[in-house]
T-cell receptor
Framework: NAGVTQTPKFQVLKTGQSMTLQCAQDMNHEYMSWYRQDPGMGLRLIHYSVGAGITDQGEVPNGYNVSRSTTEDFPLRLLSAAPSQTSVYFC?????????????FGEGSWLTVV | GENVEQHPSTLSVQEGDSAVIKCTYSDSASNYFPWYKQELGKGPQLIIDIRSNVGEKKDQRIAVTLNKTAKHFSLHITETQPEDSAVYFCAVGFGGSQGNLIFGKGTKLSVKP
């Protein structure tokens, strides 16, 4: 039972480069989301999806794109990386049925933009 | 929008003592209040949660209390052990969307043997 799987675990980018953080879940969850975690800031919601084909912005969406072509996958794209995007990124998923469902997090992706 | 304040930011206790972490929130419509534990290099793990129709919930050494009138909820850990050392985050479910959370900034708990 893999749960929520994120790749890569670590990545160093140069300013202006693009990359995609991958996220996959094997629990058939409708809801998926991406958070970033910065020192002293807790976790902040970037984008989320309530089902395949549906995405929406969270608290800090600028500089990031997402898509949800399948239930299992929810990639996060950085089109032109900036040093301010240096952070730890967490993908999460939960079952459908309204707020209050348990949210499961991946192990995180450490991104450094130089 | 929703605002979540968490205190204290660091907490050091002796093994066997109790630890209490408190969070306050601003949106009275919020109805879901989970607590997460995060160990170094790992993702957050849910340890306990409470919904707005309940005032208290307990799971072995961990309990959460909710005061909806005052808009605060607290995590209580009794008989602390060194393996309880971690960063703890409170969160508040909001907006009616499935699973969106606003997190507190975290409490680093150190349990000294």
């Amino acid at each position: 039972n893999a749960g929520v799987t994120q790749t890569p675990k670590f990545q160093v980018l140069k300013t202006g480069q693009s990359m995609t953080l991958q996220c996959a879940q094997d629990m058939n969850h409708e809801y998926m989301s991406w958070y970033r975690q910065d020192p002293g800031m807790g976790l902040r919601l970037i984008h989320y999806s309530v089902g395949a084909g549906i995405t929406d912005q969270g608290e800090v969406p600028n500089g990031y794109n997402v898509s949800r072509s399948t239930t299992e996958d929810f990639p996060l794209r950085l089109l032109s990386a900036a040093p301010s995007q240096t952070s730890v990124y967490f993908c999460a998923s939960s079952d459908a049925g309204g707020s209050g469902n348990t949210i499961y997090f991946g192990e995180g992706s450490w991104l450094t933009v130089v | 929008g929703e605002n979540v304040e968490q205190h204290p930011s660091t907490l050091s206790v002796q093994e066997g003592d109790s630890a209490v972490i408190k969070c306050t929130y601003s949106d009275s419509a919020s109805n879901y209040f989970p607590w997460y534990k995060q160990e170094l290099g790992k993702g957050p793990q849910l340890i306990i949660d409470i919904r707005s129709n309940v005032g208290e919930k307990k799971d072995q050494r961990i309990a959460v209390t909710l005061n909806k009138t005052a808009k605060h909820f607290s995590l209580h850990i009794t008989e602390t052990q060194p393996e309880d050392s971690a960063v703890y985050f409170c969160a508040v479910g909001f907006g009616g969307s499935q699973g969106n959370l606003i997190f507190g900034k975290g409490t680093k708990l150190s349990v000294k043997p």
